[in-house]
């Protein structure tokens, strides 16, 4: 009988809940859970820290409201994937850290920071700041999610369909985010066009690829 059903038993006992299948599969074809869970992580670490700082750095694009409306985009969308990544961490067996510094500290890409100190009077120092200065920020965040969401890809690719899906559809979002910031910066401080060639989302923060299914409006 069981030949007729090659799937019902496997190396996980039945009704064992310390062990999870959805795991053993992915041992079983050479990629070892628990390092992609921590890599997962880190990685979402980076698009919550993003989109804080994102948050600054839009607020500091007065007098470009195009700028401002782009980099919401990309600030939506990382809080998106952030959204979309959180629960395979659970799957695999893992958990996000208990402390906001632990999780800001282990993300996989550097912080982006507005690029001049504060002040001392609860502001920045704007008398250096740029809207060039601050679109180089950006850039650069979008390129270290590109190579961090790359990485996740190569380790899933034909193992874990399910990492996979999810990074690829990252990964296609943030390649857009780059075209965005270098169109955008290729202009402000080259005076160079540079096409994206994108339009703007139809609503700000789309995440076309990456969203959740919408439970409810805040989602
Ligand atoms: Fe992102
Ligand atoms: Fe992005």
Redesign the pocket.
Same mark, same amino acid.
């Given at each position: 009988m069981s030949n007729d059903k090659p799937h019902a038993a496997g190396t996980v006992d039945a009704g064992e809940t310390s062990e999870r299948v959805g795991m053993a599969v992915l041992r079983e074809r050479g990629l070892e859970p628990e390092v992609l869970r921590e890599k997962l992580i880190d990685a979402i670490g980076a698009e919550f820290t993003t989109y804080y700082y994102y948050t600054n750095l839009r607020m500091h694009l007065a007098g470009h409201e195009d700028y401002k409306e782009i980099t919401e985009d990309?600030r939506l969308?990382?809080r998106a994937h952030f959204e979309l990544v959180a629960p395979r961490v659970y799957e695999l067996g893992g958990a996000l850290p208990n402390d906001i510094r632990e999780f800001a500290d282990r993300a996989s890409c550097p912080d982006a920071a507005v690029p001049v100190p504060m002040a001392g009077d609860g502001g920045f120092d704007t008398d250096s700041l740029s809207a060039e200065g601050i679109l180089e920020v950006l850039l650069e965040a @979008?390129r270290c999610?590109i190579r961090t969401w790359s990485e996740i890809c190569d380790m899933t690719h034909g193992v874990d369909p399910r990492t996979y899906d999810m990074a690829q559809r990252i990964l296609q @979002? @943030?390649i857009e985010?780059e075209a965005w910031f270098v169109e955008l910066l290729s202009m402000e401080r080259d005076g160079e066009i540079n096409p994206a060639g994108h339009f703007v989302r139809g609503e700000p923060g789309d995440a076309p690829l990456s969203t959740n299914r919408r439970f409810n409006d805040s989602a």
């Amino acid at each position: 009988m069981s030949n007729d059903k090659p799937h019902a038993a496997g190396t996980v006992d039945a009704g064992e809940t310390s062990e999870r299948v959805g795991m053993a599969v992915l041992r079983e074809r050479g990629l070892e859970p628990e390092v992609l869970r921590e890599k997962l992580i880190d990685a979402i670490g980076a698009e919550f820290t993003t989109y804080y700082y994102y948050t600054n750095l839009r607020m500091h694009l007065a007098g470009h409201e195009d700028y401002k409306e782009i980099t919401e985009d990309a600030r939506l969308e990382d809080r998106a994937h952030f959204e979309l990544v959180a629960p395979r961490v659970y799957e695999l067996g893992g958990a996000l850290p208990n402390d906001i510094r632990e999780f800001a500290d282990r993300a996989s890409c550097p912080d982006a920071a507005v690029p001049v100190p504060m002040a001392g009077d609860g502001g920045f120092d704007t008398d250096s700041l740029s809207a060039e200065g601050i679109l180089e920020v950006l850039l650069e965040a @979008e390129r270290c999610a590109i190579r961090t969401w790359s990485e996740i890809c190569d380790m899933t690719h034909g193992v874990d369909p399910r990492t996979y899906d999810m990074a690829q559809r990252i990964l296609q @979002e @943030e390649i857009e985010h780059e075209a965005w910031f270098v169109e955008l910066l290729s202009m402000e401080r080259d005076g160079e066009i540079n096409p994206a060639g994108h339009f703007v989302r139809g609503e700000p923060g789309d995440a076309p690829l990456s969203t959740n299914r919408r439970f409810n409006d805040s989602a």
